[in-house]
């Protein structure tokens, strides 16, 4: 084999180097979407923190309710334990807050909006820690007094002379307005410093900052791509037009939704009639009203479409991309509710045959069966539902069972989304 | 202060950086696509941050790049999938690998020899093909210039010894 030199094969290199420059082509859009996957994946690290939080607060509230509650008669230790009491209850509401305004953060709003929302989050989250910082010099010794009294017995505000309590409470009082006079002074004098922010990012949350950071990313590049004309223009003329097909397919995606709403409104209110002709038999109105729920729950399903889908289409607000995901979205959780239905099946399939029996022919049949039968389709109905649950488990992707009980709204919803990839792809 | 200048076209005049970097750590399609995207990413991320009165953008876009590329390979076995991840099928590199395919036997080989190369040596390998001395890959890659000379001259005995083998067999 010749030209095995690497200085010969250099040459080469290069020239076939700049023959695959000139096949290749930049891909913008999957470039915003790897920023939004980044900042979506950022931010649900960072609920799993706040989540992991709350239950430590929710705990620490527990337990210090728990120990002021029992020490109400002594004065020392139900002063020392309710300032703790309500600073743990702050932080607790500070989490909770940022928790519950994190979980209905809507990535479809204008990315201004939600760029506020994460900073007064930010603010708030800083104001927190610094009225804890502020107020440590006061508590420190509160909270050591309620973690010996509490966990051994130990009564330290006794054991201690009465001058080195006062002592620091006044240090501690005095430390407040000093304390808040230093952190203006530091903030005014080290705003900009990168050890400034990078304390304050690790105060506001490491993974807060990294969420916030990852979306600051993505703002950015949204406004790149703003300014620069030939990517705007190529976006533009991407959202702008859909091919005919595609549009078909959405209506009619749409139309189903439609109809499944319908559908299972329809259902829900034959069900409801039939609940309360048979109120006070509960052999009729178990299944019933087991059946009314998951219409009913089908039925929340595809009005939660419909909305989404409203936003879907050409010149929509959202570009194709976020349209893509809201579609995958829905996919998503139509998926899980399919499988939920999936592994219900059994139970909903012996609820129907014994509403069907009475509806068509007055027939309770279940009533007239033995002890043991019940018993025997209890375990069958069990076994089934267990069954189904570990093959969801194994192979959750059981496409055509799943399509038919979304109504055919996620093999429309498969299909819709193939042709815009297909269709960005071709720009 | 540098001028600003459009990310955008600088990403784009200097694209087959990506996927020279992409096609040297990756051996799956997908693999490549996502890598290629990665290293975008943190370009943007790096990009205020650069000074184009010290480096050339390519050289500073390689040494991201590269950095990027190492840590996908070394992080591949312990990576998380992300949540809802996105399925935007496969990017075009149908082109590419065609035009990779027609390339000579010994520019075939020497692609085998990276792929069998460790994740510095595939970066030194890579740059020295670019056309960077070895000076300029010491201050790219942080390794001293003799460490680089030693590894070159190493990768260029494998190579001869690989020909070797095949002329015998």
Redesign the interface.
């Known amino acids: 084999?010749?030209?095995?030199?690497?200085d010969?094969?250099?040459g080469?290199?290069?020239q076939?180097?700049r023959?695959?420059?000139a096949?290749?082509?930049?891909?913008?859009e999957?470039?915003r979407?790897?920023?939004q996957?980044?900042t979506?994946?950022a931010f649900?690290r960072h609920t799993r923190w706040l989540l992991l939080a709350l239950g430590f607060g929710a705990a620490t509230l527990l337990a210090l309710g728990l120990f002021t509650f029992t020490n109400r008669q002594d004065v020392a230790y139900l002063l020392a334990s309710v300032p703790l009491l309500g600073l743990v209850l702050a932080e607790f509401v500070t989490d909770f807050r940022q928790w519950r305004t994190l979980a209905r953060l809507d990535s479809s709003q204008p990315i201004i909006e939600v760029r506020a929302t994460l900073q007064a989050l930010r603010t708030r989250r800083l104001r927190m820690v610094r009225w804890i910082l502020l107020s440590c010099v006061l508590l420190w010794l509160p909270a050591l007094a309620v973690l010996l009294k509490g966990l051994f017995g130990i009564d330290l505000l006794r054991g201690l002379h009465f001058s080195v309590i006062l002592a620091n409470l006044l240090l501690g009082f005095a430390c407040i307005p000093f304390g808040i006079l230093l952190m203006r002074w530091l903030g005014e004098r080290l705003s900009g410093a990168p050890a400034w922010q990078r304390m304050l990012d690790d105060a506001s949350g490491s993974s807060f900052s990294a969420a916030q950071n990852h979306f600051e990313?993505q703002l950015?590049?949204e406004a790149?791509?703003a300014?620069?004309p030939?990517?705007r223009s190529l976006l533009e003329q991407m959202d702008a037009s859909w091919p005919a097909p595609t549009v078909a397919l959405l209506r009619s995606l749409q139309r189903r939704v439609l109809a499944s709403v319908f559908c299972y409104a329809t259902l829900i209110l034959l069900l409801g009639n039939f609940n309360v002709e048979h109120g006070g038999q509960p052999q009729f109105l178990v299944p019933g009203l087991l059946l009314h729920f998951v219409a009913l729950a089908q039925m929340i399903a595809s009005i939660v479409d419909r909305v989404l889908l409203v936003q879907i289409g050409p010149g929509q607000v959202l570009d194709v991309q976020s349209q893509?995901?809201t579609l995958?979205?829905i996919a998503?959780w139509r998926v899980k509710l399919a499988q939920i239905t999936i592994i219900a099946l059994p139970l909903a399939l012996l609820a129907a045959f014994q509403v069907l029996p009475e509806v068509l022919w007055r027939v309770d049949w279940l009533g007239a069966a033995s002890a043991q039968l019940h018993v025997a389709l209890a375990i069958v109905t069990a076994f089934s539902c267990a069954g189904l649950a570990l093959q969801m488990r194994r192979r959750p992707d059981t496409s055509r069972l799943l399509d038919v009980l979304s109504f055919g709204v996620l093999a429309k919803n498969r299909a819709l989304r193939q042709q815009l990839?297909?269709h960005?792809?071709s720009k | 202060m540098r001028d600003q200048v459009d990310f955008i076209k600088l990403i784009d005049a200097h694209k087959g950086i990506l996927y020279k970097v992409a096609n040297a750590y990756c051996a799956r399609r997908e693999e490549r696509g996502d890598l290629v995207q990665d290293i975008i990413v943190e370009l943007w991320r790096a990009y205020p941050r650069y000074d184009g009165t010290r480096a050339a953008f390519s050289t500073w876009m390689y040494r991201i790049a590269l950095n990027v590329a190492i840590s996908a390979h070394r992080d591949a076995g312990r990576r998380v999938s992300e949540a809802l991840s996105l399925d935007l099928g496969d990017m075009d590199f149908a082109a590419t690998d065609r035009e990779l395919a027609s390339g000579d036997d010994g520019l075939h080989a020497l692609q085998q020899l990276m792929a069998s190369l460790d994740d510095i040596s595939r970066a030194l390998i890579l740059l020295y093909l670019e056309g960077y001395e070895q000076d300029e890959i010491a201050e790219l890659t942080g390794l001293s210039a003799s460490n680089v000379s030693t590894r070159l001259h190493r990768i260029k005995q494998r190579l001869h010894e690989q020909a070797q083998n095949g002329k015998s067999s």
């Open positions: 084999m010749s030209g095995m030199d690497l010969q094969l250099r080469r290199w290069q076939q180097s023959r695959i420059d096949t290749l082509s930049l891909d913008i999957r470039v979407a790897r920023l996957m980044r979506q994946s649900q990313s950015g590049f790149q791509l300014q620069s030939d990517t893509l995901l995958r979205r998503h990839e297909h960005l792809r």
